[in-house]
């Protein structure tokens, strides 16, 4: 098993492009996360999935959007990306409590 | 606005020593509280869990000490090596919360030196 994986690994972006990055899941897990850390901030709930086809906003959702037309995956877009949006970012899935988080995005915005 | 804070944000231990992170909560409806330890260049994992019907697990080196009154709980690592070196974070669950979504710390970046 793969577990959670994460495409790409790492971008360059300048202000205004869009991008989307994509999670996939192996483990049949119905829950699946989106975050972003940065340093002394922890990691930052953004948008969450309870199942195929829902999603739902978390901490720090403006300027991103998600979906998840299927149960193993999950994409995080970013439509105009701004400096502020540089960071890592790390998708995770859940079965019930514990979170499985993947190897995570490094982006830069410039 | 964060509801679990962490501290310290650094912590540097020698070889052998105890390394200890705390982490303090407002809300009283967090019913799960795990402590996940990220590497550099990965992502992070689950080390340990407590729930609040019990105030100590220990798993190992690793325990974790709940403090429910107080509304605190620490991670604390016995003999710590230099493979502890890492990021830890804490977090939280509530009862009600739909996607069983966490709560995180800020982050407490452990060094121990051999």
């Known amino acids: 098993n793969a577990g959670v994986t994460q495409t790409p690994k790492f971008r360059v972006l300048k202000t205004g492009q869009s991008m989307t990055l994509l999670c996939a899941q192996d483990?049949?897990?119905?829950?699946m996360y989106w975050y972003r850390q940065d340093p002394g901030m922890g990691l930052r709930l953004i948008h969450y999935?309870?199942?195929?086809?829902?999603?739902a906003k978390g901490e720090v959702p403006d300027g991103y959007n998600v979906s998840r037309l299927k149960k193993q995956n999950f994409l995080l877009g970013l439509e105009s990306a701004a400096p502020s949006q540089t960071s890592v970012y790390f998708c995770?899935?859940?079965?019930?409590?514990?979170?499985?988080f993947g190897p995570g995005t490094r982006l830069l915005v410039l | 606005q964060q509801q679990v804070k962490q501290s310290p944000q650094s912590l540097i231990v020698q070889k052998g020593g105890i390394s200890i992170i705390n982490c303090a909560y407002e809300?009283?409806?967090?019913?799960?509280f795990p402590w996940y330890q990220q590497f550099p260049g990965k992502g992070p994992a689950l080390l340990i869990a407590?729930?609040?019907?019990?105030s100590e697990k220990k798993e190992g080196r690793f325990t974790i000490s709940f403090n429910k009154s107080a509304k605190q709980f620490s991670l604390h690592i016995m003999d710590s090596q230099p493979g502890d070196s890492a990021t830890y974070f804490c977090?939280?669950?509530?009862?009600?919360?739909?996607?069983?979504?966490?709560?995180f710390g800020e982050g407490t970046q452990l060094t121990v030196n051999p």
């Open positions: 483990m049949n897990h119905e829950y």
């Open positions: 407590i729930r609040p019907d019990v």
């Open positions: 809300n009283t409806a967090f019913d799960y």
């Open positions: 999935s309870v199942g195929e086809g829902t999603t």
């Open positions: 995770a899935s859940s079965l019930r409590t514990e979170q499985y």
């Open positions: 977090a939280a669950k509530g009862q009600e919360t739909s996607g069983s979504r966490l709560t």
